[in-house]
C-alpha cells in the first residue's frame, strides 16, 4: 500500500489503513521515543501517545514535507510533553557542576577514533545510559537540532542548565564509549 492510500484510508477511520501507518513507522518512532525515555516502557507509552496524536491530527497534514518528518515531529514533541508531566523525574543538576566537569573532559582518545571504533548500537546504549535530563538536551540539540534557547522554553530550564546539561552529557558519553573501546 503506498504511503498516501494509508492517509487517505486513515482519514476515513479505516482500520486496516492505521495498522498498516502504525507498522510503516513503529520501528523508526520507537527509535525516537528511545531517545528521550528512561525506558522501553516509558518509550512505548510515548510512542501509543504519540500515534493518537498521529491519527486525532492527521487532517492536519498537508501534504508539505515529509510525512515521516511530520510524524517524526508529533513523537519528538509528545516526548517532551512526557517531560514536562514527569519533571521531577528528570532532575536537573545546577550549571557550575557541569562547567568544571567540561573542563575537567581529558583528551586520551582522539573523538575521530573514538567515533570509528563503536558501532551504532552502542552509541544508542551510551546516549540511554545518560540520566534524563541529559539525554532530553543532548537529543533535542544534536539530534533534533535545537537552539539552547529553544530548549530552554521546551524543557523550561535556563539557558545555562541547557549548556550544562549538554556539557555533561557529551562528556558521559565519551567517558562510556571510552571504556567500550578500552575494554
Not at 500500500?1 to 513503529?26: H, P, S, T, V
Request: hydrophobic share 35%.
Amino acid at each position: 500500500m503506498e504511503e498516501q492510500e494509508i492517509i487517505k484510508g486513515c482519514l476515513k477511520n479505516d482500520r486496516k489503513c492505521q495498522k498498516a501507518l502504525y507498522e510503516k513507522f513503529y520501528g523508526k518512532m520507537m527509535g525516537a521515543c528511545m531517545r528521550y525515555a528512561k525506558n522501553r516502557d516509558d518509550a512505548k507509552d510515548i510512542l501509543h501517545e504519540g500515534f493518537m496524536k498521529v491519527f486525532d491530527n492527521l487532517h492536519k497534514f498537508g501534504n508539505k514535507g515529509s510525512f515521516e518528518g511530520w510524524v517524526r515531529r508529533i513523537m519528538v514533541n509528545t516526548a517532551i510533553d512526557h517531560i514536562r508531566k514527569n519533571k521531577h523525574e528528570y532532575l536537573i543538576v545546577d550549571t557550575v557542576y557541569a562547567d568544571k566537569m567540561a573542563k575537567q573532559m581529558t583528551d586520551d582518545v582522539d573523538e575521530n577514533e573514538l567515533m570509528s571504533s563503536v558501532n551504532q548500537q552502542e552509541v544508542i546504549k551510551a546516549i540511554q545510559q545518560l540520566s534524563p535530563a541529559y539525554r532530553a538536551v543532548f537529543n533535542l540539540y544534536v539530534i533534533e537540532e535545537y537552539t539552547h534557547k529553544e530548549i530552554a522554553e521546551l524543557l523550561d530550564i535556563s539557558e545555562g542548565t541547557s549548556k550544562s546539561n549538554l556539557a555533561k552529557a557529551k562528556f558521559n558519553l565519551k567517558k562510556n564509549l571510552t571504556h567500550l573501546i578500552k575494554a
